[in-house]
Structures are given as structure tokens and as C-alpha cells.
């Protein structure tokens, strides 16, 4: 029995909302917190239990703790933008209450996300006898827990990891993103990275590129990226040699993006127009559609999972794991596509493992560090099946 503040009535906080409302033994109290009540209202209606809901600016930490302070919750879940990360950390820690997110923090000014700014946090969080979980989402999050699972279970040494994620979905929008569009853009505009024999790589943009076979899906384009587990991963795989982070585009997509980077909308500079400053990165966010609100009409499926290669009992040995999730079928459970919903799901079970005790320390974590056993175990139970195999598949 415990209480959630959950802060951010996106994509990703319908699906926690949803998710956590479906586990009333576990969170038998629920608080919906963000920006504007009525998205927090609308999904508070879609629920058959009842929630509270507050409004709450997350970029102030003085306003959560205050709002933690009336809610008294034993977790924070953070989904609203990686922007108040630092913000509701200090809340919490100010309060002495666990936190979770799914998105390492970003500075507003400089697109660059990396954890060094929430790890700076760990001896705070420790000292203070509280719990911070980062990047539990998919991926972040699943991808980490999948690699976490292949260590202990698959492997004696882990060498080469390829994380892959594919949306092979369609929302019948001329372009949109599937998580916030802010944040998406600054993440796939970033110059591409991979981390080999000790290094970081450098590539331009788009690049480097192969197809790949997805199951259930087909083949598609997938496109080097630099993504945040990367980070923790490197220094969470011991006798790691290579990383790597795909992602699929259409051809559509790139090309929408494209021309948005040459006329200048994806700055996050602010310009001036009509006398006034405006970010034309935010300007764009503001005409382009909700991610909560491309589930009705999306079809068609993703595949997220990691292709991993290393040694078990001395013999070479590649292994894949992925799970499949259809868009038709998450809006129907839960009125979003399934980008939200494989975000939300792993942070609800992020949290359910954090309220119940099995995931318990002091301080500052990525999930990798935690047990796979029970996360792997409720990922089925709470709509995110996986599948793996021993493979001689090479990328
Ligand atoms: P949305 O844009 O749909 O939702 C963001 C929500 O946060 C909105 O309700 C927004 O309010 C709210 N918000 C923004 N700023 C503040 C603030 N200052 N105070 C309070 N609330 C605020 O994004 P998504 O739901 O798609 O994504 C949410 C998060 O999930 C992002 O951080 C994203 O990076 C992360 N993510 C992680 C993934 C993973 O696998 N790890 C994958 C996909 C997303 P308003 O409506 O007023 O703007």
C-alpha cells in the first residue's frame, strides 16, 4: 500500500497513470501532478478509480517540495521533461522521498544529455537514506535491464552490444514525433556516437546506416545515434570492446526533418520576432501534434531489443532479445501509441519493484545495477512480452 506523485500528464503519464491505477494492491493511492490540470483531469477521467490530481511547475524546485510536502507520497515518478530532473531531485531529497525518471537531464540552453549531472547526486541521495532510479523507460531502462538479464543468465563475458529501436508504426501524420518534440529533435539532430575499445566515437549525423531484419516487422533502415545508456552501460559491462545505439527513420521523416534544420527551426537559440525572443525549436513543439495524441489512428508495430555478442564456457556466442509491441492494441488498453506505452509500462514496474522493497539501496542508480530477475519477470505480466534467442545473426 503506498502513495505515487506522479509529475507529467504526457504520453508517458497517461501510461503510468493507466498502469499504475491497474496495480491497486501496490499503489492504492495515486497523484497526478502537472502543468495544466485539465491533461491531468483527462486522463484522471479515463481511469475507473478514482486519483488526485495537482498542478504543479516542475521547473521550481521550491513548488514540488511544497506539493510533496501536501501529498506525502513514498515515490516521486517523474515523466514530465528531463529539463526539471535536477529540480525534482533536489525536492526530494529536500523531502526526503525516492525518486525515478525515464530521461537524463539536459541543460535548456545546450543540447547535451548525459548523466554526470544526476550522478553528482549519489552521495546526496545516500546520505540522506533515499533511493534515485534513472532512465526507467524503455530505452533507457529495458535495453539496460535486457543487457543486465544477458549477463547473468547468457554470458561469462559480454564484448559487443547493439541496441536497436525500431518503430516500424504509422500515425498518418505528415510528420510527428512520438515523445515530446523538443526533446526528440535536440536528441535526434545530435552528432552520432559509439564507444569502442575504451573511446568515444564521433560520426556525423545520419551517417552511418544498415538494414536490419526486425521480427514482426520487416526490414528497415536503422541509423547510428548517440543514446544515454550508453553512458551507464560502459561502465556497467565489465570486459565490454563495443556499443552501439540504432534507430529507424522513414525516408519521409528524415526528409521533413531535413528541411526544418535548414530553414532554422530546430534552433534552440532564441531569435527575435516582433520585438520579442522566441526558440524556434519551441515554436515548432507548439504546431507539431501531442504524442498523446497520435494513438487513435496508429497502426503497425516496434521492435526494441539488443543483439549481444561475447563468450559463455569458453565458446563464442551472439544472442538477441527484443519485445514487439503494437500501437492498435496500447490504445486500446490504454489510449496511446506505443512509444508511450513502452516508456510508462517499465517505470511503473520501476517503481512497483522500488514501493515493494525488492529494488531497495541508498543513492543514486541505473537499473542495470538492480537485480534483472523481477523486472524481466513482470515486463510479460504487465503487457511488454520478450523474446530471445541464440543466434548466429551478425550486424
Ligand atoms: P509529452 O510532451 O507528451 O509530455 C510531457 C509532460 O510534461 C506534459 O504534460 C507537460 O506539460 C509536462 N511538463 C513539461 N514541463 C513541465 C513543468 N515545468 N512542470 C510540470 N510539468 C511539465 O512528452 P512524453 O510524455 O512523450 O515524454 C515524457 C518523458 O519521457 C520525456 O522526458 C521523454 O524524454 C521521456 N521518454 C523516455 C523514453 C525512454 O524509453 N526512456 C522514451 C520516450 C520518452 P504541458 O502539457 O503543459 O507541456
Known amino acids: 500500500m503506498s502513495r505515487v506523485l506522479i509529475i507529467g500528464a504526457g504520453g508517458v503519464g497517461g501510461v503510468v497513470t493507466h498502469k499504475c491505477a491497474q ?14 490540470l485539465d491533461k491531468c483531469n483527462a486522463i484522471a477521467s479515463q481511469l475507473n478509480r478514482p486519483i488526485r490530481t495537482e498542478l504543479v511547475d516542475a521547473d521550481d524546485p521550491r513548488q514540488v517540495a511544497a506539493l510533496i510536502r501536501k501529498v506525502q507520497p513514498d515515490l516521486v515518478l517523474h515523466v514530465a521533461l528531463p529539463y526539471q530532473d535536477l529540480a525534482i531531485m533536489e525536492a526530494c531529497l529536500e523531502t526526503g522521498v525516492d525518486y ?6 539536459e541543460p535548456p540552453d545546450v543540447a547535451k544529455f548525459e548523466y554526470s549531472w544526476q550522478w553528482k547526486y549519489r552521495e546526496r541521495f545516500a546520505q540522506r537514506g533515499r533511493m534515485a532510479l534513472l532512465g526507467c523507460g524503455f530505452d533507457p531502462g529495458v535495453t539496460n ?3 543486465a538479464h544477458a549477463r547473468k543468465h547468457h554470458f561469462d563475458e559480454i564484448h559487443e552490444v547493439d541496441i536497436m529501436d525500431c518503430n516500424a508504426g504509422s500515425h498518418g501524420k505528415a510528420f510527428a514525433t512520438n515523445f515530446n518534440p523538443e526533446i526528440n529533435i535536440r536528441e535526434v539532430t545530435q552528432r552520432g556516437r559509439y564507444w569502442e575499445n575504451g573511446q568515444w566515437i564521433d560520426t ?10 526486425f521480427p514482426e516487422v520487416g526490414p528497415r533502415e536503422m541509423f ?3 543514446h544515454e545508456e550508453l553512458e551507464s552501460l560502459v561502465q556497467n559491462i565489465p570486459g565490454l570492446r563495443r556499443i552501439r545505439f540504432w534507430m529507424t527513420f522513414s ?11 535548414n530553414v532554422g527551426l530546430t534552433r534552440i537559440d532564441p531569435v527575435m520576432y516582433e520585438g520579442r525572443p522566441i526558440v524556434p525549436l519551441r515554436f515548432l513543439k507548439a504546431i507539431l501534434p501531442e504524442p498523446s495524441s497520435l494513438g487513435e489512428h496508429y497502426t503497425g508495430k516496434t521492435n526494441i531489443g539488443c ?13 538477441y532479445i527484443y519485445n514487439v509491441c503494437d500501437h492498435a492494441a496500447c490504445y486500446r488498453e490504454v489510449k496511446a501509441q506505443a512509444v508511450s506505452y513502452t516508456t510508462g509500462v517499465p517505470a511503473m514496474i520501476g517503481a512497483k519493484l522500488m514501493l515493494t522493497g525488492k529494488w531497495c539501496n541508498t543513492g543514486v542508480f541505473n537499473v542495470e545495477e538492480f537485480d534483472p530477475d523481477p523486472f524481466m519477470a513482470a515486463l510479460p505480466l504487465h503487457g511488454l512480452p520478450w523474446v530471445e534467442k ?6
Open 23 to 36: 496495480v491497486p494492491e501496490v499503489f492504492s493511492d495515486i497523484v497526478l501532478a502537472s502543468r495544466h
Open 100 to 105: 525515478l525518471d525515464t530521461a537524463n537531464y
Open 145 to 147: 535491464i535486457f543487457c
Open 204 to 213: 556525423e549525423p545520419f551517417a552511418v546506416h544498415r538494414s536490419f531484419d
Open 224 to 226: 547510428l545515434m548517440y
Open 251 to 261: 525516408p519521409d521523416y528524415l526528409t521533413h526533418l531535413r528541411v526544418l534544420q
Open 307 to 319: 543483439l549481444i555478442r561475447g563468450v559463455k564456457n569458453g565458446q563464442p556466442r551472439t544472442y
Open 390 to 395: 541464440i543466434t548466429d545473426e551478425l550486424l
